[in-house]
């Protein structure tokens, strides 16, 4: 484990490298405690670097270094200097061109931090994004390190049959001892932390896809031995992929082969090595026993990201890790348009803007805040976050909404045409969209290089005698850490002014601001915008498809707000309106339950429930996702500080009862209504109706019989979706009853031997809102089917309960924290990446009430105060502190 030694990378610090590695060769001879590694690399030394200069490669881990030849002449100690994270040679050939080998010995078996080449379930596999190939074999482990790579793998037959890397398969025969050998050869240069091995005993199913130039690829999907018909579902989203790349980005698959490896044990969803991405399990196995619809789409979404990588990430790498946002921002944008395109794309729209409020904003407006493109780091694996990932994609898709889809793909081809092969910045990204477009980015750019989600303001007024509409809108950013003064952003909102009749009105002339094609550029900190031409005060609808991943505060009435929750012709805007008055409500219920009061709703919110689950007009899973009532966090964030988490929940319940009351009749009838008819398909239509029919349910099991009827909807499920939408209402809504008591059971039984059913089941009990849950948290862990060695059986529990359950997690005696602390702890000495993700749990301390902020504070405090912190955790805690 590298403890951490205070040291902070930084973007100005970029230099080129001294040498390069045009060649890499690698043999591999594996055993689980003994495996040798032995690299031949050509290197070259760049054009005007003096023959003195020391080759300097990077090295991490346990690894032991047995041999050295330079040209192949044996180097003795004397002539280089190995410490464990680093090799120096100081006295190389004049030559611009030699060879350097290198012999490594490495225990896989022992390497219990996923990074660098380990075991899952038996199988050898590696992962170095970012900076695991250094764990394999001294190296220049950057990503402006472009190299061709030879593998050469060889195992016992009997333990390992199938042998994988990148590329394209070679050659392939026996050896003595039952062992036997593969040779892979990759024609791309790319970068180390592409590189991957998986060797094993698999099962698979194959595929074939012909690209739009008539190349015909051979597809593979490796899974454990019985698992094969999971993986279908992840073939079919593979090669639609790959169909809507062609179409849409012109991007052909370049390779002959194409595999995928589900692994067991793995710290993140996937990651996209070159011709041979390797997955988490969960974002590959799925069938109608087993996965939700959620998941369907998450196998979908990520299948394609690691694909979609090949050209955006592969082909185009980034040229240092500060770039990371140039391949995950633009990929995620990619994935996320693919979905669109095969879902519903307002229902896309929506869950996007929600995980990004989730996820990304309080990452921006809390202590762990930093720019999408990041100017200094002490621990890269700790800006995989979702500034860099979902705030990137966002980026992108406001570079579209100023440039037009047209002038945008315009942009992008020729960025795939000026700097394939090569590794690349965001500053080159945005040159491409300024030369097709001949337009300005510098102001835009802020976005890429400011940390801090601006917020907007907007006033209004009419004079009906002039005609004239006028918006005031002011923009600020605020403070975010080591950046307190801010400059002022360029802001595309789009917008509508909406009549009574619900259509746009159409304005003669706009003055005050640049606007085009229904956005508003707020360039200047203040704009007053005059519409001419408006003969009725319009409801303003603002922001519309979240054009930037901004908060907005507009003075409106609570009349516009029904007006555009009911009219509004931009479905996002619309479900937007719903979900601000349910908003307003649930904050003026948390101080009112603070006051001591009952909260009362109005009849108008709790009827317009009712209207917008009957409205034919509306699919049923933008319904859903209207009526799902903002989560116990987004409510926390809204309110600002002083956040008391039980008086939210309390709220929030109240709001949901009346709700529930209010529509029963009409929610009965639908609920009937939309039960499944016919065979089960995860596709969005059907996925929609589920969807609405468990949502309607989960204001149902809040009546009287809502127990009985929930444990129906549990018995009578005939797919994964119903059943654990059912189990999560009894199980949190009537926890301890004998209905939940049963199907918690009940699933159990079912599901013992499967563990990623396994982790719902954990999932659901790790969020039951409520003191008591620290205690069955804690008691789970002794649970059989519980490992805190599996990074997924972590995330179902600890993860949940830590970032997904307010009232428990956030329990005034702060024992929430203890459980926490003790975990972070434990799993930190195995997987420090996976502990300091765990940490981040507490980035919000500082808008919780003072008791609870005390307990957070003590519980940061414990574990920055702990020995020989990773480097991983301790950056984490430090900026969490600070
Ligand atoms: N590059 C992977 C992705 O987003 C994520 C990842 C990062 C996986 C680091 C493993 C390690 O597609
Ligand atoms: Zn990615």
């Known amino acids: 484990m590298r403890t951490d030694i205070g040291q902070v990378f930084k973007l100005e610090d970029y230099r080129p490298s001294d040498y390069f590695i045009p060649e890499t060769k690698l043999t591999f001879r594996l055993s689980p405690e003994k495996t040798m590694v032995v690299a031949l690399l050509t290197l070259e030394r760049r054009d005007g670097v003096d023959v003195s200069a020391p080759l300097v490669l990077a090295g991490d881990g346990p690894m032991r270094l047995v041999r050295v030849e330079v040209d192949g002449k044996a180097l003795s100690p004397e002539d280089y200097e190995a ?38 379930s038996g199988v050898y596999c590696t992962q170095c994004e970012a900076e695991g190939f250094r764990r394999i074999v001294y190296f220049l482990d950057r990503p402006d390190i472009l190299s061709v790579y030879t593998v050469r793998i060889e195992a016992l037959k009997s333990e390992a049959p199938l042998l994988l890397s990148n590329g394209n398969p070679v050659e392939s025969g026996k050896l003595e001892g039952g062992r036997h050998y593969a040779v892979w050869h990759d024609p791309f240069p790319k970068p ?7 060797a094993g005993d698999l099962g698979r199913i194959t595929d074939s896809f012909t690209t739009m130039s008539g190349k015909k690829v051979d597809l593979g999907i490796y899974v454990e031995h019985g698992k094969e018909k999971l993986a279908h579902y992840a073939m ?14 012109g991007c052909e698959y370049d390779l002959d082969v194409f595999n995928i490896v589900a692994v067991s044990d793995f710290n993140m969803g996937a990651m996209e090595n070159k011709g041979l991405n390797i997955f988490n399990d969960k974002y590959v196995l799925a069938d109608r026993e087993t996965a939700t619809d959620a998941d369907f789409a998450n196998i979908e979404a990520i299948i394609a990201h690691e694909y979609f990588h090949n050209w955006t990430g592969n082909r185009i790498t980034c040229r240092d890790w500060f770039q990371l946002c140039l391949k995950e921002g633009l990929t995620v944008f990619r994935d996320h348009e693919f979905s669109a395109d095969q879902r519903s794309r307002p229902v896309k729209r929506i869950a996007e803007v929600r995980t990004l409020r ?38 992108v898709r406001m570079i579209r909404t100023i440039l037009g889809a047209e002038t945008f793909r315009q942009g992008m081809d020729l960025y795939f ?7 690349a910045t965001i500053e080159d990204f945005i040159r491409v969209f300024e030369d097709v477009s001949g337009r300005d980015l510098s102001q835009f750019a802020l976005w890429y290089h400011q940390a801090g989600t601006p917020n907007v303001t907007v006033g ?40 009574r009749n619900g259509k746009d009105l159409v304005y003669s002339n706009a003055e005050g601001a640049s606007v085009e094609n229904g956005v508003i550029h707020i360039r200047k900190r203040r704009h007053t915008v005059r519409f001419s031409g408006i003969t009725e005060r319009p409801a303003i609808s603002l922001n519309r498809g979240f054009s930037a991943p901004l908060t907005l505060a507009v003075e409106q ?34 101080r009112q339950i603070l006051g001591g009061k009952k909260p009362i709703f109005v009849a108008r919110l709790t009827s317009l429930a009712g209207k917008i689950a009957g409205d034919e007009t509306l699919e049923p ?64 239509k059907d996925a929609g109706r589920r969807a609405l029919r468990n949502m309607l349910l989960d204001y149902l099991c809040l009546l009287p019989g809502g127990a009985k009827l929930t444990l129906r909807h549990f018995h009578d499920a005939t797919n994964m979706t119903d059943r654990a939408a059912a189990l999560t209402m009894l199980a949190h809504r009537h926890h301890g009853s004998p209905e939940a008591i049963e199907a918690l059971g009940a699933f159990e039984t079912r599901y013992a031997s499967d563990p990623l059913v396994m982790d719902k089941w954990f999932q659901i009990q790790a969020s039951v809102p409520g003191p008591q849950t620290v205690e069955s948290v804690r008691a789970l862990t002794s649970h059989p089917a519980f490992s805190m060695t599996n990074p997924n059986r972590l995330r179902s529990l600890v993860g949940t309960f830590s970032a997904a359950n307010q009232t428990g997690f956030h329990r005034p005696d702060g024992e929430g924290y203890r459980l926490f602390v003790e975990t972070v702890l434990d799993v930190e000495k195995r997987n420090p990446q996976m502990a300091s993700r765990l940490a981040t749990a507490l980035r919000s301390w500082r808008s919780l009430e003072p008791v609870r902020q005390a307990k957070a504070r003590e519980a940061l405090l414990a574990m920055a105060n702990t020995e020989n912190l990773s480097a991983d955790l301790r950056d984490i805690i430090e900026r969490t502190l600070a």
Do not use: C
């Open 192 to 198: 180390s932390y592409l590189f991957a091995l998986v």
């Open 417 to 423: 045409l000026r700097h394939d092969g090569e590794a």
């Open 460 to 499: 209004s007024s009419h004079n009906p005698a002039t005609q004239e509409f006028t918006l005031e809108i002011e923009q600020s950013v605020p403070p975010t850490p080591s950046e307190s003064r801010k400059r002022l952003m360029h802001i595309p909102l789009a917008f509508g002014l909406v009549g």
């Open 358 to 395: 989730a996820h990304q904003f309080p990452e921006d407006q809390g202590p762990l805040a930093h720019p999408v493109r990041p100017r200094r780091y002490r621990e890269i694996n700790n800006f995989y976050t979702a500034t860099v990932y979902e705030k990137g994609s966002e980026v």
């Open 83 to 120: 410490t464990p994270d680093s090799l120096t040679l100081a006295k190389l050939p004049a030559a611009r061109r030699f060879t350097l080998l290198m012999e490594t010995q490495l225990a896989p078996s022992q390497n219990e931090t996923l990074m660098g080449l380990y075991r899952s």
């Open 557 to 590: 009435s609570a009349d516009d707000k029904f007006f555009l929750a009911g009219n509004d012709s931009d479905e996002f805007s619309r479900w937007q309106a719903f979900n601000t008055l349910l908003t307003d409500a649930l904050i003026d219920a948390f």
């Open 236 to 249: 079919d989203a593979l090669k639609r992929s790959m169909k809507w790349d062609e179409e849409t980005f």
């Open 621 to 684: 899973a933008y319904r859903a996702l209207a009526l799902m009532l903002p989560s116990e966090a987004d409510i926390a964030r809204d309110i600002g500080k002083n956040i008391d988490p039980d008086a939210i929940f309390a709220g929030r319940e109240a709001l949901a009862v009346a709700i529930a009351k209010e529509n029963q009749a009409v929610f009965t009838h639908l609920y009937e209504t939309l039960q499944d008819r016919g065979e089960f398909s995860p596709n969005a």
